[in-house]
């Protein structure tokens, strides 16, 4: 059975951090690209950060470039978000995503959400 496990979520003042963790199960954790999403009421979900399942490259949307961090560890099946000085408008619920695409086939899962406030 396929899980993704998101923790860390919370309230925080702006300017601070917090470290969000996604656990992984049953599938093969290594072979897929990992991503976070932001949803915030009304909209669809955003793409925050991604990271590759071979190189470990990454990615960030605009707005969170040189805040944001992500991370994967591979032996522990499990991916993270750094999140470094946190504005308002970073609050919503944070997804974890993962996706592998075999042989045209398509694989994507998604956890439950965490939920991220940022607020004074």
């Known amino acids: 059975q396929v899980q993704l496990v998101e923790s860390g979520g919370g309230l925080v003042q702006p300017g601070g951090s917090l470290r969000l963790s996604c656990a992984a199960s049953g599938f093969t954790f290594s072979s897929y690209r990992m991503s976070w999403y932001c949803q915030t009421p009304g909209k669809e979900r955003e793409l925050v950060a991604t990271?590759?399942?071979?190189?470990?490259?990454?990615n960030y949307a605009d707005s969170v470039k040189g805040r944001f961090t992500i991370s994967r560890d591979n032996t522990k099946n499990t991916v993270y978000l750094q999140m470094n000085s946190l504005k308002p408008e970073d609050t919503g619920v944070y997804y974890c995503?993962?996706?592998?695409?075999?042989?045209?086939?398509?694989?994507?899962?998604w956890g439950q959400g965490t939920r991220v406030t940022v607020s004074s």
């Open positions: 990271i590759t399942s071979t190189s470990g490259s990454t």
């Open positions: 995503n993962a996706e592998s695409r075999p042989n045209s086939r398509i694989f994507n899962y």
